[in-house]
């Protein structure tokens, strides 16, 4: 059946609960418990609905009739669920219907689910009616949306009171910035909170407000949910004090890695996963259509030449570690990768040889840290260039023990010390180049009509760039020459290959006006962009002052 809403005049679906769905609305706890309510107990709830009349079979629903309800869960163990709210859950009709999200809506409400949606296909949508719904089904309940930065907690709680209209004087967005004494008051007199997971962590350990009163827990970025990151202290937390919580975890980038995303999983106490993929029947009416070019550049022979000798000396290392029987491969270093080095040394750790010295466990150890360094630096040669792999193994601050004895021992290699003198030889002039060298982006927009600054040219130390710097000068001109405005976004997976970029590309201005776009951790000595500076940037790019973001 349909109903008017009072937050600005949209239209409400509202779905029977028992009679529709086929799912149990009374689970609303961690799913890691499968036994924790009785079915016997679940049937008594139901007669009881049946005898006083507000169990109603006749409702009309807006999908086609399901297999018949399960027992509901006995309100004592809900408390606070209002009984008449939960009788029925709301799905907005006032936008354009998508089947996949109110599938995957539905799924969070009875189950703890991981949402892998692509970029832009709704997932704050998604979290904002399922907000709404426990918001209405615990009038005294906390709903808590958990993002990782400041600029992404603004810009939920926005959406979200557009999409559904949650009232806003229930809602605080709250930060490390927000006095903690304005905090505790918020959390006595609010119910749905916006904020970062520290503050989550922090509160909860400060005690502010008792953990069995959240009732939802929305996690965006989820994938973040590694280790000792705060939102798997949160979960832990709402776990142990027994709340009942139904957790909803959004990433559009869960990982490839399966063990991480396994950790993630339970880390966040998931049991349901919604996956949609741009290809999925269900998602490709709601995507754009993109052309994929695959541009593939084949080293050059300097490259060779520096990938040669480096497998000579991880060589060296391959065969030390293969006769203490630390790795099982034989000795020949392309049968590696560092993943799979990670992974020997991991094993040798826990199940090292018997009666094994000492000196000789230190000696495997440091072979282990030196090859798996090797391996990066092979990885840095051939997929970001040659001046990256300089950076990497010359340019280190803060040096610990590790790093300069597997300096100290490289230098002893004759293949090692070839290598080191052609690329230090290359890079010389690096340590006079402005754009290179720069601690911080620069916004001032002084001289973006010019060339590159000071008229320095910066050399590449890839095929690749120089192949990526003709497609996007082309890509400007062709458009320039059809009257239209365009912008061209570069991803790169590391920081001095991003920097490396912008200073190659700066040599094509006034065409092409590039500026670096990186987190706020800083390394090696430069800092990164603060989120001020984020937002700024982007803001710029917009207006055209950049149209190229690396």
Known sequence: MERSDGYGGGRLESVDMFADTGEDVGDTGNDNDEDMFD????IELVKHLEETGEFDTEMNFEEEACPSPPPATPLETLPGFDLSAGRTWIYPSNMSHRSYQFDIVQSCLYNNTLVCLPTGLGKTFIAAVVMYNFYRWYPQGKIV???PTKPLVGQQIEACFKIMGIPQEDTKEMTGSVAVSERTKAWASKRVFFLTPQVMSNDLSRGLFPAREVKLLIVDEAHKAQGEYAYCLVARELHRAQAMTRVVALSATPGTDIPNVKAMLQNLFISHIELRHEESPDIVPYTHARVVDKIVVPMDRNLLDIKEKLLGVMEIYTKKLSAASAVRKGHNPSA?????FISSRNEWRQNPPANLANHVKGQVEGDFATAIKLYHGLELVTTQGLRSFYNFFTKETEEDRSSKRIRGELSRIPLWRDILAFITERFSGDADNCVLNQAGPVLSQAG???????GQQTETSHPK?????????EHFVKYAKEGMETRVIIFSQFRDCVQELVACLVSLKPTVRPMSFIGQAGAAGKKGLTQREQVEVV?????GGYNTLV
Not at 336 to 340: E, G, I, L, N
Not at 465 to 473: A, C, F, G, I, N
Not at 539 to 543: L, V
Request: negative net charge.
């Open 39 to 42: 079915d016997e107990d679940d």
């Open 145 to 147: 949306f958990m993002a």
């Open 336 to 340: 590696y990768t560092k993943f799979a």
């Open 448 to 454: 973006a009509q010019g060339g590159a600054r000071g």
């Open 465 to 473: 760039m120089d192949r990526l710097m003709e497609v996007v000068q």
């Open 539 to 543: 803001r710029r790019f917009k207006e």
